[in-house]
């Protein structure tokens, strides 16, 4: 059952817009990390400030505040420097939810080659999946410049984690289940149609690793979920990744032109797709 907590605070005078720049940096953390529902935060005619915190059960709150450090964080530092008086957290559990619904994250089930375990990605891969994120060569022609912190490589796999159009497996070895080696990603596009996505660390490169795990990806996305296309996107001059989607029979069906503007300019992009029937015959 959904859980909420109502936060109240009265504030040092002159303090009210750091304070609010703080909350609102604080309050994306712990959603990008822990799938929190967000927050929302009301001042009141009295001056105080009050804030309204939804979470999915009482259980991930208290993971969230267990498994990070958050006040060591600079964002809540600010918080408790502007807060003069400090109310009782009020737990609250909801009876009836009228507000926007929010979609739980896509169920991402194990899947098994002759040499791969495929597991659902987790923010606890973040330290071994840092070698791809925020390597030059391997970033090169990915949507975003290299990732400099490890804080940065979480905050960036929660939304590979915590949507609810995605579903990211971790490329692992069955020795080894706990390092993550990169990942395939299968994201849903509209009814039938899925964009799939892939990254490999440096010193898993050149095994076969991406296309052996991208195609029981493809198994998985034809099979049990009935996709009848699956599409994937990539630069122009990204040979390795054009490898992968030719080895496993892509169609290259058109180059749009500017399409992605990136740490390294205004690129190109190749269209590439498989259909369903295509795959079945290969």
């Not at 959904?2 to 009265?10: E, G, P």
């Not at 993971?63 to 990070?68: A, D, I, L, S």
């Not at 918080?79 to 979609?103: N, P």
């Not at 002759?114 to 999946?129: E, G, H, Q, S």
Request: aromatic share 10%; hydrophobic share 40%; charged share 25%.
């Amino acid at each position: 059952m959904t859980d909420a907590v109502l936060y109240r605070w009265k504030l040092k005078p002159g303090r009210e817009a750091e304070f609010e720049t703080a909350w609102a940096e604080g309050t994306r953390r712990i959603h990008s990390a822990c799938g929190s529902y967000g927050a929302i935060l009301h001042r009141g005619e009295d001056g105080l400030y009050w804030s309204y915190a939804a979470w999915p059960d009482e259980a991930t709150r208290k993971t969230c505040f267990t498994n990070h450090d958050w006040f060591s964080q600079d964002c809540f530092k600010t918080m408790q420097a502007c807060i003069a008086e400090r109310f009782d957290e009020m737990r609250l559990t909801v009876a009836e939810d009228a507000l926007t619904s929010r979609e739980a994250a896509l169920e991402v089930p194990v899947l098994t080659t002759d040499r791969l375990l495929l597991r659902p990605l987790t923010l606890d891969d973040a330290k071994a999946v840092y070698p791809a994120l925020s390597d030059e060569q391997t970033m090169t022609y990915w949507s975003s410049a290299p990732l400099a912190s490890l804080e940065a490589v979480r905050d960036y796999l929660s939304w590979n984690i915590h949507s609810a159009s995605v579903r990211t497996w971790a490329i692992t070895r069955p020795q080894a289940p706990d390092d993550a080696l990169g990942w395939v990603i299968l994201l849903n596009r509209r009814s039938g149609v899925a964009e799939i996505g892939y990254i490999i660390r440096p010193d898993a490169t050149r095994r076969g690793y991406v296309s052996e795990a991208a195609g029981r990806v493809l198994d998985f996305g034809f099979d049990k979920l009935d996709l009848r296309r699956v599409y994937a996107d990539t630069d122009p001059d990204n040979t390795g990744s054009i490898a992968v989607l030719t080895k496993l029979g892509f169609t290259l069906e058109g180059r749009l032109r500017d399409e992605w503007e990136t740490h390294i300019g205004v690129r190109d992009t190749l269209l590439f797709g498989l259909l369903k029937r295509e795959w079945k015959t290969a």
